[in-house]
């Protein structure tokens, strides 16, 4: 069956980066989409970006286009989201989605990774 | 992008049905028809419910169904049920191959 399987929970100091990675399995990786939403405490999901496997090309939201970055190593089959520069307030649950597409048809979540981010 | 605008929290009784709105504009519920939701229970991966504005991915039952009018979408939740009681999002396509949530709405079965 279709398994998106994140990395565990990280605490990180403010200016710092975090690196998280969504491992696929029950499908050909390179054949859907990968896009990235976070939940800050208390807040809703917000849409960080997409990655194409495939190509390696990835789209980002406008708030992350400076400090995101969305990389994949096919040969294992897991997608990374790459965050620089920490603030406090990217203290979140981030998630991967699989989607066939650039369009939202999220039918496959990652469990969830919590970063904190605190001194 | 601006996010979608949901309702914060609507409620209903077991077995009746409640909608829940998600007013976009014209470059993104408007334009296309890719709006989904998604159900999530606090502490659990959200499920997806509804895509393509009204399709139901397999397993999720037919008391979920979802319709657009303009630049808005809804979801209408029929026969509640208590394991109903999650949060609510929606989310559309934007002309600029990326995606906007809506901010979200508590649906709370009494």
């Known amino acids: 069956q279709v398994q998106l399987v994140q990395s565990g929970a990280e605490v990180k100091e403010p200016g710092a980066s975090v690196r998280v990675s969504c491992r696929a399995s029950?499908?050909?990786?390179?054949?859907?989409?990968i896009h990235w939403v976070r939940q800050a405490p208390g807040q809703g999901l917000e849409w960080m970006g997409w990655?194409?496997?495939?190509?390696?090309?990835?789209n980002y939201a406008q708030n992350f286009k400076d400090w995101v970055t969305m990389t994949r190593d096919t040969s294992i089959s897991t997608a990374y989201m790459e965050l620089t520069r920490l603030r406090s307030d990217d203290t979140a649950v981030y998630y991967c989605a699989r989607s066939p597409s650039t369009v939202p048809t999220y039918n496959y979540w990652g469990q969830g990774t919590l970063i904190t981010v605190s001194s | 992008q601006s996010a979608l605008t949901q309702p914060r929290s609507v409620s209903g009784s077991p077995g009746q049905s409640v909608t829940i709105s998600c007013t976009g504009t014209s470059s993104d519920v408007g334009a296309y028809n890719y709006v989904s939701w998604v159900q999530h229970h606090p502490g659990k991966a959200p499920k997806l419910i509804i895509y393509?504005?009204?399709e139901r991915p397999s397993g999720v039952p037919d008391r979920f169904s979802g319709s657009k009018s303009g630049n808005t979408a809804s979801l209408t939740v029929s026969g509640l049920q208590a394991e109903d009681e999650a949060d609510y999002y929606c989310c559309s396509y934007v002309g600029t191959s990326t995606v906007v949530f809506g901010g979200g709405t508590k649906l709370t079965v009494l």
């Open positions: 990655l194409n496997p495939n190509s390696g090309s990835a």
């Open positions: 393509d504005v009204n």
């Open positions: 029950g499908y050909n990786f390179i054949y859907s989409y």
